[in-house]
């Protein structure tokens, strides 16, 4: 079912009074935000929290025990417009130890549909890989094997991935996860190049405080529940100490925005 035009203009994604559980526990209870077009949306919270199965009902894979999931202003069980939404998982996922692909291969596969033997190379789908290449700056590593590149550069591949379809909103699960920190400043860079220049709305879960602090407009923190929602410096020491059971010393301040 084709949606119309007149109902993709709202927000991006809403759960509205989300629970979803497994057997008698549930894993999220109550959940209600919403993910605004052009924002940068960060997802925080501990091991077990809700964040995984929190990805997985806002990409369709899963549905609400309770309350409801919509997609640009469409319930989520009736959308079919995922070409407007990219997804880009924590790794590889062991894809580049099975054959021998190279980066411009694992780019171009985001483009599949259904079996073509000539439809990745048709005039025009070549720009665009080419163009997504570009675009996270690994363009003169195309042809490099995806196994032979660093992980922070094969995070960036899963980003062009995505972005050959040129979605609306880009869904990251951890990106920043096994990579340095030179690697994750380039991964931030890009998001942020996306999210600012080209008005692609980020919704990202992370682990690392410092650079929700630093990249994100809007937070949720989730514990089953939403623990907080609203802008980065609005939190408090003690709400991010209650989120994950610890004392924290976070620092908040004007120059977290820097990027801004």
Not at 174 to 194: C, F, H, K, M, T
Not at 219 to 238: D, E, L, S, W
Request: aromatic fraction near 8%.
């Amino acid at each position: 079912m084709t949606q119309p035009k007149e109902s993709l203009d709202s927000s991006c994604l809403e759960f509205s009074n989300v629970t979803y559980r497994y057997g008698s526990v549930d894993a999220l209870s109550n959940v209600s935000f919403n993910v605004e077009a052009g924002d940068f949306f960060a997802v925080m919270g501990p091991n077990g929290s809700g964040k995984t199965t929190l990805v997985r009902l806002a990409l369709g894979l899963a549905n609400p025990t309770a309350g409801e999931i919509r997609l640009f202003g469409v319930p989520a069980s009736k959308f079919d417009r995922w070409d407007m939404v990219g997804y880009v998982p924590q790794t590889m996922d062991g894809i580049h130890t099975q054959f021998p692909a190279t980066v411009r291969e694992i780019v171009a596969h985001g483009l599949y549909k259904g079996f073509d033997p000539f439809g990745f190379w048709r005039r025009g789908r070549q720009e665009v890989v080419e163009r997504s290449l570009e675009v996270v700056g690994i363009e003169d590593l195309a042809d490099r094997r995806i196994s032979a590149v660093s992980v922070g550069q094969q995070q960036r591949a899963l980003i062009a991935r995505s972005l050959v379809r040129r979605p609306k909103l880009l869904v990251l699960d951890e990106p920043e996860a096994g990579v340095d920190a030179a690697g994750q400043e380039q991964l931030y860079s890009v998001l942020r190049r996306l999210n600012t220049e080209q008005g692609i709305t980020i919704l990202m879960v992370s682990h690392d405080i410092g650079a929700v602090l630093q990249e994100a407009k809007t937070v949720a923190c989730i514990n089953r529940t939403v623990v907080f929602h609203g802008p980065p410096h609005h939190m408090t020491q003690k709400e991010i100490s209650d989120l994950y059971g610890l004392p924290m010393d976070v620092l908040l301040h004007d120059l977290m925005h820097e990027h801004r």
